[in-house]
């Protein structure tokens, strides 16, 4: 290695310059000057034999795959492997792949434990089974999943099906991003920038056998204060005596609204409220057109909607790719077939020709309707989060099918009394039955902030407090009381007006509760950091 001259400083005498001491003082190198020129001038990393340290011997073999073994005994917070992640991959600001939590004991806080996670590598990726145009691959040989920035149209939806939060969204570039272990280093033999940056060698790559992380996920043996791992297997792997004292998360009472989705929303009620108007209209024996217009026309604007959602709309021709793994894919491809059945059925009755063939179309479009609201319910209960359960999406996304399409059939029957009875005491049925789902869903509630219902209902009644009464007092008024108007009105013109003001509040009640579903869910995903304002 060359060594670094460094010249002689002129010494403070009477005949001093101080333009000549100053020019000799900037030729000297810093100490960190000369820790670089040192590096520059190596023929090989001088760290190298630590570095391969903390890398396996050998490849994976059949079975295992690289992982992530994290000291807790050895990480004390320094956020070194969060500055190299950020550095290596060229992150925006506010982009993390790495992060630094905290568990604390649950008895009196005595114990803090700092902790460093990123990606898990999982065994079973959540991320790649929900892709829609399959963006992720997980390498045969060395188990990394990969993300595939040029294939990705900025959905978003592994963000919900990785219960770990690790998919990061770039409104920048429109795309998700995420670890993905600094492969090409592996391939080199030099270990990624998070292990070496960290000075205790809290993090190190080791080899885990894919059967044995699904064994442990079974277990429920992963990290105190995660979400739970039989979901996606994850193979991280985190040691030290720490492990030995119950930890939870230091931010478990903390409380942060999620993101909303509006896109989603408006989505989600279009399209149910298009099937559910269809429905309507092929089983009352009038009034068809302006139910199958309305049910064309809301179709248009869910699907409209939709591509405001993607980061990369004119890439969502892809999203039939990942039809054999994604609801998404399977949700697009319906509601695809959806639209032009119902359009088509719609034309048949502008045009006098629906007991010809409108009435196949009809049918036929609200059997692939229903199959549409059915994938859109699965969506979210393929994440595997509590609250987003079968019994919950399906409660409220079917419920607006019916209450929806039920509103829509007494504007369309608001003349024929032998009709409106049934209809408007249904519909008020139904909007009770609305309150005692929400009410039974709120005392899934108990004192501990691990369950994933005590959050989201501190959500409710905290920070989410006015658009959850609005969304109420607008299902009272819409479902009962005016729904009690339309029976009492003598004139059928002002019956008609009550209903259609009825609809109106109704699907605003719809949009707000939708938007309640995504802005409240709050299921712990890794240990974090408490912040001022979190706690409601």
């Given at each position: 290695m060359a060594s670094v001259l460094q010249p002689d400083k002129p010494k403070i005498t009477d005949g001093f310059d101080l333009i000549q001491f100053l020019l000799v003082e900037q030729q000297d190198l810093t100490a960190v000057e000369r820790f670089s020129?040192?590096?520059?001038?190596?023929t090989a990393p001088l760290m190298a034999p630590l570095y391969r340290e903390l890398l396996p011997a050998a490849a994976p073999s059949a079975g295992e795959q690289y992982a992530f073994e994290v000291d807790l005994d050895a990480c004390s917070g320094c956020k070194a492997c969060v500055v190299a992640c950020h550095n290596r991959n060229g992150l925006e600001e506010e982009e993390t792949w790495r992060s630094v939590g905290l568990l604390q004991a649950e008895d009196e806080c005595a114990t803090l434990q700092h902790v460093t996670t990123a990606c898990h590598h999982c065994a079973d990726p959540g991320c790649l089974k929900g892709c829609p145009v399959k963006a992720y691959d997980k390498d045969p040989v060395t188990g990394i999943v990969v993300h595939l920035d040029d294939q990705c149209i900025g959905c978003k939806y592994c963000t919900m099906m990785c219960p770990y939060d690790v998919p990061q969204y770039s409104e920048a570039k429109g795309i998700v991003r995420k670890c993905d272990m600094c492969r090409q280093r592996l391939d080199v033999g030099e270990a990624p920038a998070c292990v070496q940056a960290c000075p205790n060698q809290a993090i190190r790559i080791t080899l885990v056998r894919q059967a044995d992380a699904r064994?442990?996920?079974?277990?429920?043996?992963?990290?105190?204060?995660?979400?739970?791992?039989?979901?996606?297997?994850?193979?991280?792997?985190?040691v030290?005596?720490?492990?030995?004292?119950?930890?939870?998360?230091g931010d478990q009472f903390s409380l942060r609204l999620n993101h909303g989705h509006l896109p989603l929303v408006v989505l989600l009620v279009f399209t149910q409220l298009s099937v559910g108007a269809a429905l309507a209209g092929c089983l009352l024996p009038t009034q068809r057109l302006g139910l199958f217009l309305l049910a064309t026309i809301s179709c248009m604007l869910g699907l409209a909607a939709s591509g405001l959602h993607l980061g990369r709309p004119f890439y969502g021709y892809r999203v039939f790719l990942g039809l054999r793994t994604s609801w998404l894919s399977r949700e697009a491809v319906i509601f695809g077939k959806y639209f032009p059945l119902i359009a088509l059925a719609t034309a048949s009755i502008w045009f006098q020709q629906y007991l010809m063939f409108g009435a196949i179309a009809a049918w036929l479009g609200v059997a692939v309707g229903l199959?549409?609201?059915?994938?859109?319910?699965?969506?979210?209960?393929?994440?595997?989060?509590?609250?987003?359960?079968?019994?919950?999406?399906g409660g409220r996304f079917g419920g607006t099918v019916v209450l929806l399409g039920l509103s829509a059939a007494i504007v369309a029957a608001s003349g024929d009394r032998r009709l409106?009875?049934?209809?408007?005491?249904?519909?008020?049925?139904?909007?009770v039955v609305r309150a005692i789902f929400e009410r039974q869903f709120m005392e899934r509630a108990d004192m501990s902030f691990a369950n994933p219902f005590t959050r989201t209902v501190s959500l409710l009644t905290r920070k989410l407090q006015y658009?959850?009464?609005?969304?109420?007092?607008?299902?009272?008024?819409?479902?009962?009381?005016?729904?009690?108007g339309c029976l009492t009105a003598s004139d059928p013109a002002a019956s008609q007006a009550i209903a259609a003001v009825s609809f109106l509040l109704l699907t605003a009640a719809e949009l707000i509760d939708r938007y309640l579903y995504f802005a409240a869910e709050s299921t712990p995903s890794m240990p974090g950091v408490a912040r001022a304002g979190d706690h409601g």
């Open positions: 020129q040192r590096h520059a001038d190596a064994a442990a996920g079974e277990r429920g043996e992963f990290l105190d204060g995660a979400a739970h791992p039989a979901t996606t297997a994850p193979t991280t792997q985190f030290g005596a720490a492990r030995k004292v119950k930890l939870a998360s199959v549409g609201v059915f994938c859109s319910i699965m969506i979210y209960v393929a994440t595997r989060r509590p609250v987003w359960g079968l019994l919950w999406t409106l009875f049934p209809l408007v005491m249904s519909q008020i049925t139904l909007t658009p959850l009464q609005a969304r109420n007092c607008l299902w009272a008024g819409g479902g009962i009381i005016l729904s009690i």
